[in-house]
């Protein structure tokens, strides 16, 4: 293993909307063609324009040269979370579903949710040669506790070692709901090989890991994993998955045109109807990104303009035409929202039985905006925008220069809001800048997405998003992902309470969404918008098993490490070299 010492850059936002994004940022000067001759050269050759016909070919959305650090605890890290380096078990986040066994086969909890006992896989090597076993998993564990700069998941029980297939962790309180990140966001490290290691500040450049891939070629512009054919799982059938880096959004639509990739998650033109313009590919997509205007909600922590009063944010929720909106930003890829923020597909079961409506309505209910505003003493101007107090209800979105559908959007809810007497406008700056305003609070509105969290519980985004301790005062950088503000010492009750209740106790849980949504509903520091879809476009001429509809394995987005790497392993080549 080759180490070379490095500082890591400042984590990256994990949501699908930040990934996704940031490729907007940059030019799209780069040739496609010069890119992927540059990127493919080395790499295996074979049939078709997208080489071997058992090498994949991914474009994650990289823009400029990769830079080598297989350091899976690095936010630089490029590609091998998941393929090389393993967790215990993958959690399917699409579905409520059993996690599926990796490193670790079996798992039980007490029954107040203290200690967790796992049993590992027996019978697992890692790449040179090493035997697994319990002692990699301890060290890895101790190693985040020891070294809280890549402790990104917060793990804050004890690991210890019962034998040597069998560990067990432990909480000083119930940790139910830190389950799903103990076994499934972690990746095992070998021991005898870290130990001396910096996991905060070492580049990895020859990883051993346990996963269904090695790294075969390196090049700034395209790197290559291929199969590892002593895989505990079996050898996978893509012999070879390629990643290139390319110049952006238009550089992947491109090169879907061109047959040169064979899985990439963006956006292309009229993707409705991808299988009749490109007949050897088709799409996949779910729904998990909900869209909104976040709100500065919270006066008392120094929030400042109209949207500070809960009935702005309640009329824009009732001001705003979806079905138009979806058509035109968002090429009705988007879907219903709940205001609860359950999602819908996967979580409706835990939807309040008191909240009405259960989704947005999907076109525009200008006369109940007015009825909100009016009831808390908005009266209408003379140039039919509402104001109170000698201010005018004229509010400005924040949005990052070049997120096109976003700017699209906002400009559609500017007209849609003007029908109801709010003035929107949009307010563009750099990804740098934007990222600033939010986390300072420094804005009246943003336009963002919710993420999820790491199983299919909306406990998660409750607890990112709605938290009055992951938050801090406007001008200081939220402890968390709380940038509206929000605080509501009962919403803080019921996180706590949640947090030691058994998934199994549904009733229990439901009374605690109970309060939960009401709050969040009410006061909606969070303007709920549309449930954005991440569509990935893919070869299906070339390759089969891709996560659809029906089974749908995996979070089908080729930037989600372990979700990408479940699919790389299920996937068939629909022919063979």
């Given at each position: 293993?080759?180490?070379?010492?490095?500082?890591?850059?400042?984590?990256?936002?994990t949501?699908?909307?930040?990934?996704?994004?940031?490729?907007?940022?940059?030019?799209?000067?780069?040739?496609?063609?010069?890119?992927?001759?540059?990127g493919?050269?080395?790499?295996?050759?074979?049939?078709?324009?997208?080489?071997?016909?058992?090498t994949l070919?991914?474009?994650?959305?990289?823009?400029?040269?990769?830079?080598?650090?297989?350091?899976?605890?690095?936010?630089?890290e490029?590609?091998?979370?998941?393929?090389?380096?393993?967790?215990?078990?993958?959690i399917?986040?699409?579905a409520?579903?059993?996690?599926?066994?990796?490193?670790?086969?079996?798992?039980?909890?007490n029954?107040?949710?203290?200690?967790?006992?796992?049993?590992?896989?027996?019978g697992?090597t890692?790449?040179?040669?090493e035997?697994?076993?319990?002692?990699?998993?301890?060290?890895?564990?101790?190693?985040?506790?020891?070294?809280?700069?890549?402790?990104?998941?917060?793990?804050?029980?004890?690991?210890?070692?019962?034998?040597?297939?069998?560990?067990?962790?432990?909480?000083?309180?119930?940790?139910f709901?830190?389950?799903?990140?103990?076994?499934?966001?972690?990746?095992?490290?070998?021991?005898?090989l870290?130990?001396?290691?910096?996991?905060?500040?070492?580049?990895?450049?020859?990883?051993?890991?346990?996963?269904a891939?090695?790294?075969?070629d390196?090049?700034?512009?395209?790197?290559?994993?291929?199969?590892?054919?002593?895989?505990?799982?079996?050898?996978?059938?893509?012999?070879?998955?390629?990643?290139?880096?390319?110049?952006?959004?238009q550089?992947?639509?491109?090169?879907?045109?061109?047959?040169?990739?064979?899985?990439?998650?963006?956006?292309?033109?009229?993707?409705?109807?991808?299988?009749?313009?490109?007949?050897?590919?088709?799409?996949?997509?779910?729904?998990?990104?909900?869209?909104?205007?976040?709100?500065?909600?919270?006066?008392?922590?120094?929030?400042?303009?109209?949207?500070?009063?809960?009935?702005?944010?309640?009329?824009?929720?009732?001001a705003?035409?979806?079905?138009?909106l979806?058509?035109?930003?968002?090429?009705?890829?988007?879907?219903?929202i709940?205001?609860?923020f359950?999602?819908?597909?996967?979580?409706?079961?835990?939807?309040?039985?008191?909240?009405?409506p259960?989704?947005?309505?999907?076109?525009?209910?200008?006369?109940?905006a007015?009825?909100?505003?009016?009831?808390?003493?908005?009266?209408?101007?003379?140039?039919?925008?509402?104001?109170?107090?000698?201010?005018?209800?004229?509010?400005?979105?924040?949005?990052?220069?070049?997120?096109?559908?976003?700017?699209?959007?906002?400009?559609a809810?500017?007209?849609?809001?003007k029908?109801?007497?709010?003035?929107?406008?949009a307010?563009?700056?750099?990804?740098?800048?934007?990222?600033?305003?939010r986390l300072?609070?420094?804005?009246?509105?943003?336009?963002d997405?919710?993420?999820?969290?790491?199983?299919?519980d909306?406990?998660?985004?409750?607890?990112?998003?709605?938290?009055?301790?992951?938050?801090?005062?406007?001008?200081?950088?939220?402890?968390?992902?709380?940038y509206?503000?929000f605080?509501?010492p009962?919403?803080?009750?019921?996180l706590?309470?949640l947090?030691?209740?058994?998934?199994?106790?549904?009733?229990?849980?439901?009374?605690?969404?109970?309060?939960?949504?009401?709050?969040?509903?009410?006061?909606?520091p969070?303007?709920?918008?549309?449930?954005?879809?991440?569509?990935?476009?893919?070869?299906t001429?070339?390759?089969?098993g891709?996560?659809?509809?029906?089974?749908?394995?995996?979070?089908?987005?080729?930037?989600?490490?372990?979700?990408?790497?479940e699919?790389?392993?299920?996937?068939?080549?629909?022919?063979?070299?």
């Amino acid at each position: 293993m080759r180490l070379t010492s490095s500082h890591p850059l400042p984590a990256p936002s994990t949501s699908p909307r930040t990934r996704r994004r940031r490729l907007r940022l940059l030019a799209a000067g780069i040739s496609v063609t010069a890119l992927l001759a540059a990127g493919c050269s080395g790499g295996a050759e074979g049939s078709g324009p997208s080489g071997s016909s058992t090498t994949l070919i991914a474009y994650t959305g990289q823009a400029g040269d990769y830079q080598l650090n297989f350091n899976p605890f690095s936010p630089s890290e490029i590609g091998s979370r998941g393929k090389i380096y393993e967790t215990l078990f993958f959690i399917n986040k699409t579905a409520a579903s059993d996690p599926k066994p990796l490193l670790g086969t079996e798992y039980t909890w007490n029954e107040d949710g203290t200690q967790l006992d796992v049993t590992l896989r027996e019978g697992v090597t890692w790449t040179d040669g090493e035997a697994f076993d319990a002692d990699d998993v301890v060290f890895t564990y101790q190693m985040l506790l020891d070294t809280p700069g890549i402790n990104s998941t917060g793990f804050d029980g004890t690991v210890s070692k019962v034998d040597a297939t069998h560990v067990t962790f432990t909480w000083d309180a119930p940790a139910f709901t830190k389950g799903p990140d103990t076994l499934s966001s972690i990746v095992i490290v070998p021991e005898h090989l870290w130990r001396d290691i910096d996991p905060e500040t070492d580049v990895v450049e020859d990883p051993v890991g346990t996963g269904a891939f090695t790294l075969g070629d390196f090049k700034g512009q395209a790197f290559t994993l291929t199969a590892n054919p002593d895989y505990w799982g079996g050898e996978p059938a893509v012999s070879a998955v390629r990643f290139l880096a390319l110049s952006g959004n238009q550089a992947g639509a491109d090169a879907i045109a061109a047959g040169t990739i064979d899985w990439q998650t963006g956006p292309i033109p009229d993707m409705a109807n991808t299988s009749r313009n490109f007949p050897n590919y088709d799409t996949g997509s779910i729904a998990q990104a909900q869209m909104v205007l976040g709100a500065c909600a919270n006066a008392d922590l120094g929030c400042e303009g109209p949207q500070t009063d809960p009935a702005v944010r309640q009329a824009l929720f009732h001001a705003v035409d979806r079905t138009q909106l979806n058509r035109l930003a968002f090429q009705d890829t988007a879907v219903e929202i709940s205001p609860t923020f359950a999602l819908t597909r996967s979580q409706e079961s835990t939807i309040s039985a008191s909240v009405e409506p259960k989704v947005a309505p999907s076109t525009a209910q200008p006369e109940e905006a007015s009825r909100v505003l009016e009831a808390a003493g908005w009266t209408r101007g003379a140039d039919g925008i509402y104001e109170k107090d000698g201010e005018r209800l004229a509010l400005t979105v924040e949005v990052v220069t070049g997120w096109t559908d976003y700017i699209t959007a906002i400009q559609a809810v500017s007209e849609q809001a003007k029908a109801a007497g709010i003035e929107v406008d949009a307010a563009q700056s750099s990804w740098n800048e934007w990222t600033d305003k939010r986390l300072k609070g420094n804005f009246e509105l943003v336009i963002d997405s919710l993420h999820q969290g790491p199983a299919p519980d909306p406990f998660y985004v409750y607890s990112y998003f709605y938290d009055s301790r992951m938050t801090s005062p406007v001008g200081e950088t939220a402890l968390g992902n709380n940038y509206s503000r929000f605080a509501d010492p009962a919403v803080d009750a019921a996180l706590d309470e949640l947090a030691r209740l058994s998934p199994e106790d549904t009733a229990g849980r439901q009374a605690q969404f109970d309060v939960i949504q009401a709050a969040v509903v009410e006061q909606m520091p969070y303007v709920p918008l549309m449930t954005g879809s991440n569509t990935s476009v893919w070869n299906t001429a070339k390759f089969s098993g891709w996560p659809v509809d029906g089974d749908q394995y995996a979070f089908p987005a080729v930037w989600s490490a372990f979700d990408a790497a479940e699919v790389f392993k299920t996937l068939t080549p629909n022919s063979a070299d």
